[in-house]
């Protein structure tokens, strides 16, 4: 008996680990792609298209997680509305305001703080203590949001502008170093959440961990590299901070307070499944 259960979490951790078998030389031959040809990303397309394909799935998932709920259609309508008619909005100042240059040095106010930090002050107190949110995260699997964060290998990018000079390397290379592995170790993660066990719940815990501290180190090396107060180095070449320029500077403008947010939802949830119910 005791050799099967042996085999079996040998079957189970091999099987968590499978998808960086391809996924891992996908994000290599990306990383090479966008270094050998950078107006691929200066282009802004990978951001917007990686951003959208998230926005749709937050849409599916959210929906799927109210239909499994005992709420009314009429509150399933309501409650999908409320979320996603703000997120949109969100999104969509948030790109407008990169492309039209608000984020850029010199403005007479500075809008790259207000932008990473409003959407956590209004966003974090009522994701986390929403009755009808709790409701919908019980009722959708854990994996979901564990899985979403795959999209985070695209922030390599910032790991590539730091090899090529273009942006300095104390905020590219661990800012990019840091969601390349929050992006690689999404889906491993997400398939040790499946599995129910202890360990997959710490796994993802110690995931959502990780993910968040890369944000806090991310938005610290863009601080204190930036124009304004908190800057305590100046680089050589200029931090996205420094320029405000599309589409790099809709990473902190938007990618980091929503990853930040999808972080704090996934920790709420895997609380929740743990604490002993009535």
Known sequence: MTVSVV?????????????????????????????????????????????????????????????????TPDQRCTSWLAVMIPYTLWFAVAWSAAIHGAFRTGTSLPLLPVAIWL???????????????????????ATWLVA?????????????????????GLLGWPAGIGDLLTGLFALPVAIAVATGTAQGRRAAIMWNMFGLADFVVAI???AITSPGPFQLIVPDVPS???????????????????????????????????????
């Open 7 to 71: 085999h079996a979490d040998t079957g189970s951790t091999r099987q968590e680990w499978r998808p960086l078998l391809w996924l891992a030389p996908l994000t290599a031959l990306w990383i090479v792609l966008i270094y050998w040809q950078p107006i691929i990303q200066t282009s802004g397309v990978p951001t917007t298209l990686h951003q959208l394909t998230v926005h749709g799935f937050v849409a599916l998932g959210l929906w799927l997680g109210l239909e499994r709920t005992d709420l």
């Open 148 to 168: 979403l964060q795959l999209y985070r290998v695209f922030g390599c990018w910032a790991l590539v502008a730091g090899l090529r000079g273009v942006l300095t």
């Open 119 to 141: 959407p956590l002050i209004i966003g974090v107190p009522l994701l986390l203590l929403s009755k009808r949110i709790g409701e919908v995260l019980d009722a959708m699997p």
């Open 220 to 222: 610290t090396m863009g």
């Open 240 to 278: 996205i901070g420094a320029t405000g320029a599309y589409p790099d500077v809709l990473t902190p403008a938007f990618v980091v307070p929503c990853g930040a947010l999808l972080h704090a939802l996934s920790l709420r949830q895997l609380y929740r499944r743990a604490k002993p119910r009535a």
